[in-house]
């Protein structure tokens, strides 16, 4: 199953675990991560802009990727779009298999794709105002980690 | 027109509407861009990490750019890290 969402209101991160558990019952491992907005720093809130044409889409096509590279039994991407608070969950990536590297590694994969490929800009509200967040090195690195095999 | 990210700000808005009967290609679109928000806006777009997406389909290579009545231009910056 595959469960792709982008949602504008805050969500249950523990709720892609009990469904993949529920639906995917052949499923050994579960493997679930949480991104959460930091709090402190000076940051009084996150706001993330998509753009509806191409940000759904392209999560849907990194969701196959994912199940057909991990041969994953379940995989669910939540990612929020609007504004946040620290705290707030920003993004869940769930993902079930028959064993535990299976699920593991599909999260890592889809969360490096989410994090530098994925088309979403974020800004950041200091005590001075909005800034908006550049790419890093750090995330075009970790993407090249799945360019082989 | 839609401009997303800092592209927006230099723009001053997120959306704008190009009257005109004419195909726009990548000249004529420096020139409308120009209009909305200046040679800062200009150059931005020309930077090599801004893509284009026409109607939810990104270009290759932005110069081929050919846009007519009821099309959406995006203008997409690089996308955040963090």
């Not at chain 1, 298999?97 to 994969?109: L, P």
């Not at chain 2, 270009?59 to 995006?74: N, Q």
Request: net charge neutral; with cysteine.
């Amino acid at each position: 199953m595959r469960d792709v969402r982008l949602l504008s209101a805050p969500f249950d991160p523990g709720a892609p675990g009990e469904e993949l558990a529920a639906r995917c019952p052949g499923a050994g491992a579960i493997a679930t991560f949480v991104g959460r907005v930091r709090a402190g720093g000076g940051v009084e809130a996150l706001e993330l802009q998509h753009y509806a044409p191409l940000t759904l889409p392209g999560m849907e096509a990194l969701a196959d990727s994912a199940l057909a590279r991990f041969g994953l039994m379940g995989l669910v991407l939540l990612h929020r779009v609007g504004r946040l608070a620290p705290g707030e969950p920003i993004v869940c990536v769930a993902a079930a298999a028959r064993h535990r590297r299976a699920a593991i590694e599909a999260v890592d994969y889809c969360m490096d794709h989410l994090k530098s490929a994925a088309w979403f800009w974020k800004r950041e509200k200091r005590g001075d105002g909005w800034h908006w967040i550049e790419p890093r090195a750090e995330d075009r690195r970790d993407l090249r980690r799945w360019a082989t095999g | 027109m839609v401009f997303l990210g800092k592209l927006a700000d230099l723009a001053g808005t997120g959306e704008h509407v190009i009257a005109t009967s004419e195909r726009c290609d990548w000249p004529a679109l420096e020139g409308h861009l120009a209009r909305v928000g200046g040679d800062a806006l200009v150059e931005a777009v020309r930077a090599p990490g801004v893509k284009l997406a026409i109607n939810g389909t990104l270009l290759a290579d932005k110069r081929d750019l050919s846009a007519g009545e009821g099309d959406e231009v995006a203008f997409l910056p690089p996308v955040s890290g963090g």
